[in-house]
């Protein structure tokens, strides 16, 4: 049966001037959570705000307890990426019918 782990979270990015500042340290987290999790992501929020992004992950697979264990390594990347604060998250596990 399909799964689908979504995280919506929010970070802080403190050290950003400009909104080319801001890109440049979400482009590497897309890139470097892509790489290590396989996971789809997109900022989703706060675009025009060059210390605030709001992005969502997502991640589907058939078994919860794998999903659930891979969205927390995803969360323990994010508390450990020196560019940038998370500052909060939602995460949730849909089965679709």
């Known amino acids: 049966m399909l799964h689908i782990g979504v995280l919506q ?15 440049s ?6 890139d470097k959570l892509r790489r290590s999790f396989n996971v789809s992501i997109s900022e989703i929020e ?3 705000d060059c210390t605030i992004a709001t992005l969502g992950a997502v991640v589907a697979g058939s078994d919860i307890p794998q ?11 994010l508390h450990d990426w020196p560019d940038a604060t998370l500052s909060d998250h939602q995460l949730e596990i849909f089965t679709p019918r």
């Open 67 to 77: 999903l659930n264990s891979s969205m927390d390594h995803l969360l323990n990347a």
């Open 9 to 23: 979270f929010t970070l802080q990015i403190p050290y950003a001037a400009s909104l080319k500042d801001k890109r």
């Open 25 to 30: 340290v979400v482009k590497a987290l897309k």
């Open 46 to 48: 706060d675009l025009d």
